[in-house]
């Protein structure tokens, strides 16, 4: 979605803006601009559809834009096509106030309507440009209380950062429902969408909480609630590197982020593992909680969701108590039948994504104790919840997501199998084999990375299909959903998953010579009636990929055209494993059909408007 940051202080600010909004690349946009104010040029707004490059060309890197005070924007287009006019900065009719704005005011129509009538001209289709004018309708000689003014009449969600050429000393930021941080630094103040966008500059940030107005000028900030009251706010220091958002060598970020699962895995996973026994140090659901729940509802969207449809077989299992599914999308909407009496676990990787977000606060409205697993420290979702247990996967940058996937699933075994101890659904003995063999987890991880060129093989012998159909049973069903979303968002190949039993209920119509399918057979138990799924799509001409446990890779070879296997764990694991092929399968074939694997079309990286 779209990136925001905003400069104040010493050094010309262009520069800075620019390489911050290249931090943000990785979110996902289509057009970028720029708004700078210098004593002699007054407010320059430059702005160009396409990438950041192209912003970066026509000012030179930032040099031809003087000014030590500005605002950036990367956009992702939502009312209006992407091009230059509707790009952001939007400015208003004098040209003295700009703003960059990230989410939806949803009674933009109303508003402009109200402003067409007092003469204002439009020159954008933007719900942004409505903030812009509506500022300048307002503003008397004091932009604060202009900036109140509007925030009694827009209505929607915002992140707002706004510049005014009459008051060349200050920079606003307004938060509601869209992220926006605050960077401190020595004689500068920034401002952006995701701390990446800082770090570079400074460690020390604040999280805005929604309705907090910022002013900031070189030498500090003031925050004021949404009343107008001065508050007091908590800092935070970041302490990952700057590396860990960079490349590091690898020719794409989604190849990097695949290559560190180990380390994620074992970051998430061993520091809660002390003498044999999993240590939720954050956790503060106790034994009488849980005993007092009746069922457990997961709320996440695309590959979290993902995540939610694996934990369900896998908690169901071990807790035996009831586990719905819920895409967040559809959870507001369906009825849910939530109390007091639920859990409601909500994943997350960037804590910030709108539809999660708005129905886990539904949940809580209807009593439910929010437990969310959430990748990016201080997020909203992250501040919301009862209790939070962090994935430790460092930042992820690739649009399609890998290593936090893998994480979200670890949480969840950590969850699991002290959910079960403390109720006493699983003996000491099975408690031990669990733990040990999730410890076991990052170097089996790691055995399967030693073997990409397997994969990048038959990565070069399927690429060129143009539809593929992943199935498989219980959990493997949940990982093919997953494995399907790759391979469709960064290689355009049309895909689906379908649990393989119900093939001849409609799907096996589909399968003819040459199509391909994947299957995943690692849940040993089912293994031989996921083998008769695959005799039925050979039969009807399919080629065929197969996934099984290193165990059962004989048989799979004999029946499959491809057979990949991955090593023995205890099954409920097995998740973790069996995507990383997968997720390499879907990078190297978006490689080889030469797409922007990264960054793919339409998509962004924290889907923060409805
Ligand atoms: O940040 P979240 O986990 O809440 O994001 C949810 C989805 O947008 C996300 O998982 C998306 O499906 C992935 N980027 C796909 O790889």
């Given amino acids: ?63 031809k834009v003087p000014g ?23 400015v208003s009719q004098s040209g003295r106030i700009a703003v960059v704005h990230n989410g939806i005011i949803e009674n933009y129509g109303e508003l402009k309507s109200f402003l067409e009538a007092k003469g ?35 209505e929607g969600a915002y992140a707002l950062g706004i510049v005014c050429a009459d008051e060349p000393d200050k ?34 940030v604040c999280y805005l909480d929604d309705g907090d107005v910022a002013v900031l000028t070189p030498g500090g900030v003031q925050v004021y609630d949404s009343l107008g009251q001065p508050e007091e706010k908590e800092r935070s220091h970041v302490d990952w590197e700057i590396s860990a958002a960079e490349k590091g060598g690898y020719e794409h970020f989604m190849f990097k982020e695949i290559m560190e699962e180990p380390k994620a895995l074992k970051d998430t996973i061993s520091p809660r593992i002390r003498d ?22 997961i709320i996440a969207c695309g590959s979290s969701y993902h995540v939610g449809m ?41 804590g910030e994504t709108i539809d999660t977000l708005a129905a886990m606060r539904e949940a809580k409205r209807l009593g439910a104790r929010l437990l969310s697993i959430v990748n990016v420290v201080g997020s909203t979702i992250a501040r919301e919840s009862d209790d ?78 143009d539809s593929v159909f992943f199935i498989g049973r219980n959990i493997d069903y949940a990982v093919g959903l997953e494995g399907s979303l790759k391979l469709k968002e960064i290689s355009y190949i049309h895909s689906e998953a379908y649990a393989a039993g119900e093939l001849k209920h409609g799907t096996i119509s589909l399968i003819e010579d040459g199509t391909l399918v994947v299957a995943l057979a690692s849940w040993n138990e089912l293994f031989d009636k996921l083998m008769s799924n695959v005799k039925e799509v050979k039969a ?46 879907a990078y190297y074939v978006a490689l080889m059909r030469g797409c922007d694997i990264d960054k793919p079309r339409n998509l962004a990286k924290s889907v923060t408007v409805e």
Wanted: net charge negative; glycine share 8%; hydrophobic share 45%.
């Fill in 540 to 585: 009807r001409g399919a080629d065929v990929i197969g996934i099984a446990t290193e165990s059962h890779k004989a048989a799979l070879a004999a029946l499959v055209d491809s057979a990949l296997s991955i090593p023995d764990i205890h099954p409920m694991f097995l998740p973790s494993l069996e995507v990383i092929p997968m997720q390499l399968f």
């Fill in 1 to 63: 979605m779209c990136g925001i940051v905003g400069f104040i202080g010493r050094e010309q600010a262009a520069p800075i803006l620019l390489e911050g909004l290249s931090r943000l690349e990785y979110r996902g946009y289509d057009s970028a601009g720029l708004a700078v104010y210098d004593r002699e040029k007054g407010l320059q707004v430059v702005k160009a559809k396409g990438r950041l490059q192209v912003l970066r060309d026509l000012t030179d890197g930032g040099a």
């Fill in 388 to 465: 939070v247990l962090y994935t430790w996967a460092g930042p992820e940058i690739a649009v399609a997501t890998t290593k936090a996937y893998s994480t979200q699933l670890a949480v969840i075994y950590l969850l699991a199998i002290h959910f079960a101890g403390l109720l006493g659904r699983i003996g000491p003995e099975e408690y031990r084999e669990l733990v040990e063999q999730l410890q076991l987890l990052p170097g089996k991880a790691e055995e399967i990375l030693k073997h990409t060129e397997e994969i990048q093989y038959y990565a070069s012998i399927y690429f060129n299909h």
């Fill in 310 to 350: 694996a934990a369900k077989y896998i908690l169901e299992r071990l807790l035996r108590i009831p586990v719905e599914v819920t895409l967040a999308s559809e959870f507001r909407y369906c009825r849910p039948i939530v109390s007091e009496h639920t859990l409601a676990l909500v994943i997350s990787q960037s």
């Fill in 276 to 297: 044999g026994k999993v240590v939720l140090d954050d956790l503060t659901i106790t034994r009488e909680d849980l005993e007092g729940m009746d069922r457990f509802y």
């Fill in 120 to 154: 204002v001209v439009f020159t954008s289709e933007t719900d942004t440009e409505v903030v812009a004018q509506l500022l300048e309708f307002y503003y008397a000689g004091d932009l604060l209380d202009a900036v109140f003014k509007v925030l009694h009449r827009i």
């Fill in 68 to 90: 030590t005070m500005g605002l950036g924007h990367t956009r992702w287009a939502t009312h209006g096509a992407p091009n230059d006019e509707n790009a952001h900065p939007q």
């Fill in 171 to 204: 920079l606003v930021a307004v938060r509601k429902d869209s992220p926006l941080i605050l960077g401190y630094g020595e004689g500068f103040q920034m401002l952006a969408s995701d701390v990446t966008a800082v770090i570079q500059y400074t460690r020390e």
